[in-house]
T-cell receptor
Framework: DSGVTQTPKHLITATGQRVTLRCSPR?????VYWYQQSLDQGLQFLIQ???????AKGNILERFSAQQFPDLHSELNLSSLELGDSALYFC???????????FGQGTRLTVV | DQQVKQNSPSLSVQEGRISILNCDYT??????FLWYKKYPAEGPTFLIS?????DKNEDGRFTVFLNKSAKHLSLHIVPSQPGDSAVYFC??????????????FGKGTRLHILP
């Protein structure tokens, strides 16, 4: 158990819909990352927050947004969903934002 | 633009022998490197890391070597065990001083340990 909690574990939704993925970091970790893993793809960095502020942005679509709340949990919002958005979405947390990050179990999103 | 490259999608190694997984990077600002292991349907698990001030770091059966001039790192697993069969991700990051502090992952190498 990494200490990082992601909910829900599985999500099935229709194209055009909007979903919210939730992440609770390990106790004491200030930084949260979101990654997307599609079939046969590596881990694509989406976005990173540190203590409530956006720190780095990767290949995140404009239809996607995220935020980190004062209690340090984070949400990833995916809207106008397309079939190609079906993937595993991982959240990770770390103390300082660049050393070891610990991953949650992921949310498997299926868009039908 | 792939900043972290794992050029071998898969690797098969006999149980008990050495497994060597390779990784190349292009961004000279990276100063911290990590290896993660991932089983199906689970999140990646941190294995071992190395700072750019070192060229080797060892933890039990796992050793990571860093060659900064070649922008290359490798993970050695000795001896390889059946439970080592997984996908291994190489990752790199740059400290806040380098203003690029995010962890970038390679596409992974699937390691099969053969009985």
């Amino acid at each position: 158990d990494s200490g990082v909690t992601q909910t829900p574990k599985h999500l099935i939704t229709a194209t055009g819909q909007r979903v919210t993925l939730r992440c609770s970091p390990r106790s004491g970790d200030l930084s949260v990352y979101w990654y997307q893993q599609s079939l046969d793809q590596g881990l694509q960095f989406l976005i990173q927050y540190y203590n409530g502020e956006e720190r780095a942005k990767g290949n995140i679509l404009e239809r996607f947004s995220a935020q980190q709340f004062p209690d340090l949990h984070s949400e990833l919002n995916l809207s106008s969903l397309e079939l190609g958005d079906s993937a595993l979405y991982f959240c990770a947390s770390s103390v300082d934002g660049y050393t070891e990050a610990f991953f949650g179990q992921g949310t498997r999103l299926t868009v039908v | 633009d792939q900043q972290v490259k794992q050029n071998s999608p898969s690797l098969s190694v006999q149980e008990g022998r050495i497994s060597i997984l390779n990784c190349d990077y292009t961004n000279s600002m990276f100063d911290y490197f990590l290896w993660y292991k991932k089983y199906p349907a689970e999140g990646p698990t941190f294995l071992i890391s190395i700072s750019s001030i070192k060229d080797k770091n060892e933890d039990g059966r796992f050793t990571v070597f860093l060659n900064k001039s070649a922008k290359h790192l490798s993970l050695h697993i000795v001896p390889s065990q059946p439970g080592d069969s997984a996908v291994y991700f190489c990752a790199a990051s740059a400290s806040w001083m380098n203003r690029d502090d995010k962890i970038i992952f390679g596409k992974g190498t699937r390691l099969h340990i053969l009985p």
